[in-house]
T-cell receptor, first 108, second 121 residues
Framework: QSVVTQPPSASGTPGQRVTISCSGS????????VNWYQQLPGTAPKLLIY???QRPSGVPDRFSGSKSGTSASLAISGLQSDDEADYYC?????????FGGGTKLTVL | EVQLVQSGAEAKKPGTTMKIACSIS????????VHWVQQAPGKGLQWMGL????????TYTEKFQGRITITADRSTHTVYLELTSLRSEDSALYFC??????????????WGRGTLITVSS
C-alpha cells in the first residue's frame, strides 16, 4: 500500500488525450517534486517527466506533467499504440523515496 | 558509455541471504545516490533504500528494516544489496538506479536491467 495513489488502470483510443493522476499528502507530493516513469513489460522504467513538468531530452512533447497541491498528473496527448505500458509516479516522503502503485494504460 | 551493470539471476533457498551487485561507471559513481527498487512478478515498483557512495550514508524503507544492507565499494565502483532471511515473497526483479541533478543542473536518471531473484525450496 503506497502513500501515493494512482488509478490501477486507464485507457484511450489512438489520437486521444489521457491523464493519469497521482494523489499524495503534505508530507510527500505537497512538499517535493514528482517524477513520472514509463515501464514496458520486462524492461527497466524510463524517465518521462522530472521536477513535476520537465521532459528529459528525447521524450516527446506529447508527454506533459503538472502538480497542484498534493496531487500530480501525467498527460499523454495524441495517444499511440506504443504508449501502452505501466506508468508510475515517484516522489519523496521525508528521506524516503516512494512510488505510486502504477497505472496500466491500455490503448484500445 | 555511462551504464549500470547488474549481477546475474540467482536461485535462493528460504531463510538464506542474497547479495547482488550493481557496477557503476566510474565517472558517475560518486555523483548521485544509488537506489535499489524491488518489483515482484506482476506488481509495482517498491523502493527499498539508497546509499550515497561518497560517505556510505544509507536509508531504508520500513518494509525491509532489519533485513537489508546496502554497501558501496569505492575501489571497484560497485554497490551491493544484501537481503537476509529470504522468503518466497522476496522473489522479484531488483533494479539499481542512479538519479539526481549533476553539476550542470541537468537531471540524470539511469537504471540497470535488473537482477532476478527466485526464492524457492
Amino acid at each position: 500500500q503506497s502513500v501515493v495513489t494512482q488509478p490501477p488502470s486507464a485507457s484511450g483510443t489512438p489520437g486521444q488525450r489521457v491523464t493519469i493522476s497521482c494523489s499524495g499528502s503534505n508530507s510527500n507530493i505537497g512538499k517535493n517534486t514528482v517524477n513520472w516513469y514509463q515501464q514496458l513489460p520486462g524492461t527497466a522504467p524510463k524517465l518521462l517527466i522530472y521536477s513535476n513538468n520537465q521532459r528529459p531530452s528525447g521524450v516527446p512533447d506529447r508527454f506533459s506533467g503538472s502538480k497542484s497541491g498534493t496531487s500530480a498528473s501525467l498527460a499523454i496527448s495524441g495517444l499511440q499504440s506504443d504508449d501502452e505500458a505501466d506508468y508510475y509516479c515517484s516522489t519523496w516522503d521525508g528521506s524516503l523515496r516512494v512510488f505510486g502503485g502504477g497505472t496500466k494504460l491500455t490503448v484500445l | 558509455e555511462v551504464q549500470l551493470v547488474q549481477s546475474g539471476a540467482e536461485a535462493k533457498k528460504p531463510g538464506t541471504t542474497m547479495k547482488i551487485a550493481c557496477s557503476i561507471s566510474a565517472n558517475i559513481f560518486t555523483t548521485y545516490f544509488v537506489h535499489w527498487v524491488q518489483q515482484a512478478p506482476g506488481k509495482g515498483l517498491q523502493w527499498m533504500g539508497l546509499i550515497d557512495p561518497t560517505d556510505d550514508f544509507t536509508t531504508y524503507t520500513e518494509k525491509f528494516q532489519g533485513r537489508i544492507t546496502i554497501t558501496a565499494d569505492r575501489s571497484t565502483h560497485t554497490v551491493y544489496l544484501e537481503l537476509t532471511s529470504l522468503r518466497s515473497e522476496d522473489s522479484a526483479l531488483y533494479f539499481c538506479s542512479v538519479a539526481g541533478f549533476g553539476s550542470n543542473n541537468t537531471y540524470f536518471d539511469l537504471w540497470g536491467r535488473g537482477t532476478l531473484i527466485t526464492v524457492s525450496s
